[in-house]
């Protein structure tokens, strides 16, 4: 169970890092082939509403739970960019022993 949580965190580190850089190749590698994501807005967009409109900045990660059911994952985790924090939940779901990003619902604290 603990290598599982290690690679969950390191997969949200590279979500981090991927979203910061604008890099849409790695994010496209991350991302399940269906994706629910909800802005901190509340806008709610698929896959590709997600991967065409990149916002590169500068995020600062901070996980705060990892709860792992057998091939499932919830992720909690605060997001700082420009001093701006925001909620996030992520699920994930294991494809071909790869932890993949299956939903993302964002929430301003």
Known sequence: MQAEIQ???ARNEEINVAENAGDLKRLDDIVAPF??????????????????NPKPGNRDLQVESIHVYR???????????????????????????????????????
């Open 71 to 109: 091939n499932r994952a919830v992720v909690t985790c605060m997001v700082t960019d420009s001093e701006v924090v925001t909620h996030n939940i992520r699920l994930f779901a294991k494809e071909g022993g790869d932890w993949k990003l299956l939903g993302w619902a964002n929430e301003p604290t």
């Open 7 to 9: 690679k969950l965190i």
């Open 35 to 52: 994706l629910a994501f909800r802005r901190r807005d509340g806008e709610i967009v698929g896959r590709d509403g997600f991967l065409q």
